[in-house]
């Protein structure tokens, strides 16, 4: 086994939002007024990390530890069942190992800076008897504190990995397939009840109630007690909706993500999964809970305008509808920049610049403050997007350049009269463009921007003037954030066009992660 890298952001004991949290070198737990609310488990020596206890804040404790019925159940946790037809589920009743190996290679916490508790786990998947590494994951995990209302959020997202070949993750064969089994389909993300939850009801996002095997976005568990667990699944992940698997007799669930059968990684690709459970002190109504999946499945976007050479009291109403009408993002708007606090921002996962400090009106200069917020806002992880003259101010200001990608250059760059002309996807692997067809549109098409040297051009069009393909959208990494600009949109009825209106979702979904 590799030595485990062990990277610890947290006292022994802080306190957030009236809640005590708690660490030992092979857990993490969170306490409120002496009661355990949870324990994340991350033990080296049992592999497959996992959440017990879990309770709600009314004192409903929901989860089991390895009942006797199924040893191998841990609370809330992940496991494959199969792997190249390895299996990593079920372990031995006398020796606890799997013949295949679940091992953490790698753990960071954190808490405090963002009132709640994140971890990032790195861990490898390989058969007991080889223990030739055949998957790795990247693990990151999110759990708020609690609102006013006493519920909390687990945020879960994994990057599962194939290394040199490929590999096939499967599940025990269902009904109708060969040596098919009716409780066949199980793997994934679960939860295992203890004996005081059996009588508790699921209903799912379809008003259904103990909806085994259906598909649905997502499934709530309503304990005989009071409180409450909302499964969320995500639009992203694979074979969404994934269809519920509940035995209701232990009690068990889960988004069976491959019920249906089995899914193939290629060779180096990854495969992405996210999911979100609420733990509440009641059971939510079905409109609530569908409030929270469309929340958690929205990115939030503030658009940055009030100042621009351009219209941008029309050109703003645009983008926010095209976002909006995607059904991918939840957008707000600010013109004034000072707004954008750092605390404010905490709020949002992209950040679009539809503002300028060129035209007849200047706007005021930026304090060092704001200056600060915006490009920590971006080091950090956040989203930055900026769209045709959105990308031009500050010359002097290298890292506002850097985030921009593109920017005008006074003297160099130019434009002629707005014309017909081709977008060509320089790029088609990338995934801020994947799956976008070259198109033509009518626009204003720049030639010579200033291209900053860590930018890549994923769509491009040829000038006229210059004889060169020209720059139309780029992106670029800054810090953990992803900036995408579009040089496109010179006016609202230009940003209308089916070509402009794909591209620049696409390209903000990219920064959102969400892509």
């Known amino acids: ?26 857990s993490v737990s969170a306490e409120l007024d002496g009661k355990v609310l949870w324990t994340f488990n991350h033990d080296p020596a049992e592999g497959k990390p996992y959440f017990h206890p879990l309770a709600s804040t009314d004192g409903t404790s929901f989860t089991d530890l390895r009942p006797k019925d199924h040893p191998w159940h841990r609370g809330v946790w992940f496991s494959w069942k199969y792997i190249n037809g390895v299996n990593y589920w079920e372990e031995s009743r006398e020796t606890g190992k799997s013949k295949g190996e679940t091992r953490i290679t790698n753990i960071e916490r954190e808490a405090g800076s963002e009132q709640g508790v994140r971890l990032k786990l790195d861990l490898e998947y390989a058969p007991t008897e080889s223990k030739a590494v055949v998957m790795k994951e990247h693990r990151s995990l999110f759990i708020s504190p609690p609102d006013e209302t006493g519920a909390y959020t687990i945020d879960w997202s994994s990057e599962f990995q194939a290394l040199e070949k490929d590999l096939v993750l499967d599940r025990t064969p269902i009904l109708g397939e060969p040596k098919g089994k009716a409780h066949g389909g199980y793997a994934g993300w679960s939860v295992r009840m203890n004996k005081d939850m059996i009588g508790g009801a699921f209903l799912n996002s379809e008003s259904e109630e103990g909806a085994d095997r259906k598909p649905a976005a997502w499934m709530q568990f309503k304990s005989p007690n009071g409180g409450s667990l909302l499964f969320m699944d995500h639009p992203d992940n694979l074979n969404y909706p994934s269809k519920w698997y509940l035995a209701q ?29 609420v733990v509440a002190p009641v059971a939510m109504t079905a409109e609530a809970a569908s409030k929270h999946w469309e929340n958690w499945t929205s990115s939030k976007v503030v658009i940055l305008t009030g100042a621009n050479n351009h219209k941008w009291k029309e050109t703003t109403p645009v983008l926010e509808a095209i976002l909006e009408g995607s059904g991918r993002f939840d957008v707000d708007v600010v013109e004034d920049p ?30 060092e403050q704001l200056k600060k917020a915006y490009i920590v806002f971006v080091r950090k992880g956040g989203g930055h997007v900026a769209v045709h003259a959105g990308s031009s101010s500050f010359d002097k200001w290298d890292d506002y350049h850097a985030i921009c990608c593109a920017s005008w250059k006074k003297g160099e760059t130019g434009h002629g009269k707005p014309h017909k002309f081709e977008v060509r996807i320089s790029t088609p692997a990338h995934p801020a463009v994947q ?17 900053h040297p860590d930018a890549e051009v994923i769509a491009e069009s040829f000038s006229e003037t210059t004889g060169n393909w020209e720059p139309t959208a780029l992106v670029s990494q800054f810090g953990k954030g992803r900036c995408f600009t579009l040089l496109l949109g010179h006016d609202s009825e230009k940003m209308k066009k089916p070509g402009f209106k794909k591209l620049f979702i696409s390209g903000t979904e990219w920064a959102a992660e969400i892509r």
């Not at 707004?339 to 009106?361: C, I, M, R």
């Not at 799956?435 to 291209?451: A, I, M, Q, S």
């Open 435 to 451: 799956g976008l067809e070259n198109f033509e549109t009518t626009d204003e098409l720049w030639f010579r921007p200033l291209v």
């Open 338 to 367: 000072e707004q954008l606090t750092a605390e404010f921002l905490t709020n949002y996962d992209v950040l679009l610049s539809n503002w300028n400090a060129y035209g007849k009106s200047k706007p005021a200069p930026w304090p």
């Open 249 to 277: 007799g232990m009690p068990y669930y889960s988004p069976a993500v491959i019920h249906d059968g089995p899914h193939t990684i290629q060779a180096g690709e990854v495969l992405k999964l996210h999911y979100r459970l």
């Open 1 to 26: 086994m590799k030595k485990l890298l062990l990277s610890l952001a947290l006292v022994s004991s802080s306190v957030l939002a009236g809640v005590e949290i708690k660490e030992s070198p092979s």
